[in-house]
């Protein structure tokens, strides 16, 4: 090997990263493959570059609670109020036929059913009020669905691809620093070129990656402040409902015993 030291401009940056021949894309194309084969059969990756994303990591798996309990409690909402009508109409069938029984029977057992039928027609009347703030509740839950958990949802993906990109990257600049020979003009210029792409990658990763982590951020304090609005007007509802109505209807039935 001779002794031959090259020089290299500093504008051969601009020209590595305007690099899109169709060898070049090929090769980028097929360590992004790889990663994404690696990731998805679940092989063990270089522990350095999954110890720097820890945190982004704990950021997704928030994000999957996020998402995954919101479907939940959207779900557990619409069961909710299934339950309530059901419950409802019974109760007031029932209370409709303590009241007829009870105007049949002219004994102090007749009162006590037309009372304990009163109570609880009233309490199917009241029951049905919950419908109210629990619909609202769903809608709620529903928007924020649709619209804040989609877009950040969105946003995870493009910083998933950009990872897989990145991560491509480095193995390719891997497998290439494995076979270099600083002597050699030709794989110096190869080991730039794709030094340069790690670069451009992972600048797009990066920048998608905080995109993520203030999104989530937000996303979950977004969530903290909708429970809290719509559960307080579910609980003002439900202290109605269980307020001091019911407990007149009680005493009167106390009395008529």
């Known amino acids: 090997m001779s ?16 690099d899109k021949s169709v060898v070049n894309k090929m ?15 679940g092989k063990k990756e270089d522990e350095h570059v999954v110890a720097s994303d820890a945190d982004l990591d704990a950021k997704l798996e928030l994000f999957h609670s996020i998402q995954r309990t919101c479907l939940d409690l959207s ?11 059901f419950l409802s109409q019974e109760e007031n069938e029932l209370g409709k036929f303590l009241r007829s029984q009870g105007f049949q029977d002219k004994t102090r057992a007749g009162k006590m059913m037309q009372a304990t039928g009163k109570a609880l027609c009233f309490s199917s009347q009241q029951r049905l009020a919950l419908r109210n703030p ?24 493009r910083m998933e691809q950009c ?6 990257a480095l193995l390719w600049m891997k497998d290439v620093s494995q076979e270099l020979d ?15 792409q790690v670069r451009l990658a992972k600048k797009s990763f990066d920048k998608l990656k905080m995109d993520v982590c203030q999104k989530v951020d937000l996303l ?13 007007t579910y609980q003002l509802a439900w202290a109605q409902w269980q307020g001091p109505r019911n407990l007149k209807v009680l005493t009167k039935m106390t009395c008529c015993c």
């Open 75 to 85: 779900k557990a909402i619409v069961l909710y109020q299934k339950r309530i009508c």
């Open 27 to 41: 090769q980028q194309k097929y360590w992004e493959t790889k990663q994404a084969f690696i990731k998805a059969t």
């Open 182 to 196: 600083p002597d050699l003009y030709k794989q110096m210029e190869k080991f730039r070129k794709v030094q340069t």
């Open 3 to 18: 002794g031959h030291k090259c020089s290299y401009p500093w504008d051969l940056h601009d020209r590595y990263a305007q």
């Open 220 to 232: 979950g304090a977004s969530r903290c402040n909708l429970l809290s609005h719509m559960l307080a």
């Open 163 to 168: 990872r897989t990109e990145y991560r491509g």
């Open 134 to 157: 629990l619909c609202r509740f769903h809608q709620e839950v529903e928007t924020f669905r649709h619209r804040a958990i989609s877009d950040t949802w969105l946003t995870v993906n």
